[in-house]
């Protein structure tokens, strides 16, 4: 260039590195870029008729310059100088605006335009701020619980590369968290790393939690500074287990202490209302001063009535802070007198009692062959319909299944007494014997004929019922006879006998008999006559007819015809 240019090419190389180190050039001007992009700087300057070049240079530190990028005015030409960190990242367009793709935070310079004429220099500085959005909060080294009254780290809130440096800030249920000695301890710190240049901020919260933050969401946020102004990322919510000492025991009985009767299972659930929840208790059973250590579950098996009481349960480490329960095992007890299977005689008196002990008022019911009686069964004189099967039966209904029955079987037993009646037949031919025969256990009849020993066996028995049943028999004696009916059963044997007399009306029967024959007869004979004479009165009638048809002008003569006809029928 020196020998093309001569003295005059010395001159504005002068110029420049005056320029360089002693002028101010224009007013400062900010280009905000983000992390990863290109930076844009227009030169700002109007481009004079005379330009020769324009260049862009960096100032270091120190203020000495570094010059990257030239362009000539009249070649069109562009050369990058050779600078290691912006090797293949610089663009310089015709209007000589400088583009820096990539941008780092080694980017933040000032940077500055100059155009160059023959004898002037002229230069535009443009400040480069780059900024990085910061990673999003996240609540790490979580606690795994809090406990109420202790001050302890709930966690750190951690956010990753960042330019320039963020603020954390805390947050419960919404609300900021300042700092308050004691109760709420927030520790702030921040890292560079050295080759990237972006920051890691983190702030640790140290907490004491009350009843209170019981499902209260815990949250922190990072607020940092854009290309556009300042911003503001959130974490996710994080809920925490809140261990607070149990200031309540509570006791239950299983199943319901209201239904709970002898025979039954008892389980007692002993429950602390702290977080966690108690694992161990004493349990105190009735008249035993000793608790029973175990579990939040105590179970009694095959309880009586003697259990009946109340129970307890406490603490371990603390056994003023009770709970306690009244339970009582339900019993019911009944004695039926007399009771299975009783015998007795028609007449005798027998006392029944079914007595009841329970817990509370139960229910009586009797039965008598599965039929609801209306009051309990009262015997002064037995009869055979007092028989059956008995059953007294109580329950309470408060308490299901405690129920209780009790049966009695009654047999009323009698020997056969016997009654015979007779009954005539109104035609007089025939009389019925009928013989009413009452005892148990059933007795069995026979019919006899005193004298020739004869058995009847053409007999008609009613249904035993309460003791009692007939046999009857239907004869047409031609003389007296002596009948004798027999009961008989495992007490006795009774005989009782009837004389029934011929029947006196068999000759007027006879005669009787005869008399009908002949009215029957007669009245036929009466019946024969009457058709011959109609049978005759119709023969006439039909001869008159054919005289009437031949004169039929003669109206006298049809009259007297007429009038004769009337007199032959009558």
């Not at 102004?229 to 309540?248: N, R």
């Amino acid at each position: 260039m020196e020998s093309k240019a001569g003295p005059s090419c010395r001159l504005v190389f002068c110029l420049l590195i005056a320029a360089a180190v002693l002028r101010p050039g224009l007013g400062w001007y900010t280009v905000n870029s983000a992390y990863g992009d290109t930076i844009i700087m227009p030169c700002r300057l109007d481009v004079p008729q005379n330009l020769m070049f324009g260049k862009w240079k960096y100032e270091k530190p120190d203020g000495s310059p570094v010059f990257i990028a030239f362009r000539s005015s009249t070649k069109k030409s562009v050369q990058y100088d050779d600078v290691p960190e912006y090797r293949d990242r610089l663009s310089l367009s015709e209007n000589y605006t400088l583009s820096i793709s990539n941008a780092r935070i080694s980017d933040e310079k000032r940077f500055v335009c100059m155009l160059v004429t023959e004898d002037n220099v002229f230069e535009a500085p443009t400040i480069v701020k780059v900024f990085k959005q910061p990673s999003k909060p996240e609540i790490v080294s979580q606690a795994p619980f809090l406990e109420t009254e202790q001050l302890k780290k709930l966690g750190d809130c951690i956010s990753k590369d960042s330019y320039p440096d963020g603020n954390i800030t805390w947050y419960r249920n919404g609300k900021v968290l300042q700092p308050l000695e004691g109760v709420v301890v927030l520790i702030f710190k921040k890292q560079m790393d050295p080759v990237t240049q972006l920051y890691t901020m983190t702030s640790s919260l140290e907490y004491k939690a009350t009843k209170a933050d019981i499902q209260m969401p815990f949250t922190c946020s990072v607020t940092y500074y854009g290309p556009s102004g300042q911003k503001t990322l959130q974490s996710e919510q994080v809920i925490f287990d809140i261990y607070y000492p149990t200031e309540q025991v509570t006791i239950q009985v299983l199943p319901s202490k209201n239904a709970i009767k002898e025979g039954d299972n008892i389980t007692l659930k002993c429950l602390g209302n702290g977080n966690p929840p108690p694992e161990e208790f004493l349990f105190y059973l009735p008249g035993q001063p000793e608790g029973i250590r175990s579990s939040n579950t105590y179970t009694l098996t095959d309880v009586r009535r003697n259990a009946t009481g109340d129970y307890r349960c406490s603490l371990i480490d603390k056994k003023s802070m009770i709970a306690s329960t009244a339970v009582t095992v339900h019993y019911l007890d009944l004695s039926l007198n007399p009771s299975g299977e009783v015998t007795k005689q028609i007449g005798d008196a027998l006392p029944v009692s079914c007595t009841i002990s329970a817990s509370r008022n139960a229910t009586v019911v009797w039965m008598k062959d599965n039929i609801r009686l209306r009051s309990s069964p009262s015997f002064s004189s037995l009869h055979y319909q007092d028989a059956g099967n008995y059953v007294c039966e109580t329950a309470l209904q408060e308490v299901e299944g405690l129920k209780k029955r009790e049966s009695l079987t009654l047999i009323v037993e009698g020997k056969p007494q016997i009654k015979m009646t007779k009954k005539t037949d109104p035609s007089g031919l025939s009389k019925t014997i009928i013989c009413h025969v009452e005892g148990f256990p059933k007795p069995a009849i026979q019919w006899t004929i005193t004298g020739s020993g004869s058995v009847i066996n053409q007999t008609e028995e009613s249904p035993y019922i309460n003791g009692r049943y007939y046999s009857k028999i239907i004869i047409s004696p031609e003389e007296n006879v002596t009948l004798t009916c027999t009961a008989e059963n495992q007490l006795e044997r009774t005989v009782n006998s009837l004389n029934v007399s011929a029947n006196e009306n068999r000759e007027k029967v006879n005669d009787q008999a005869k008399l009908i024959v002949g009215i029957v007869v007669g009245l036929l004979l009466a019946a024969l006559v009457a058709g011959v004479v109609y049978w005759l009165y119709m023969k006439k009638s039909k001869t008159a007819s054919k005289h009437v048809n031949k004169d039929l002008g003669n109206l006298e003569e049809n009259k007297k015809l007429e009038e004769n006809n009337h007199k032959t029928e009558a």
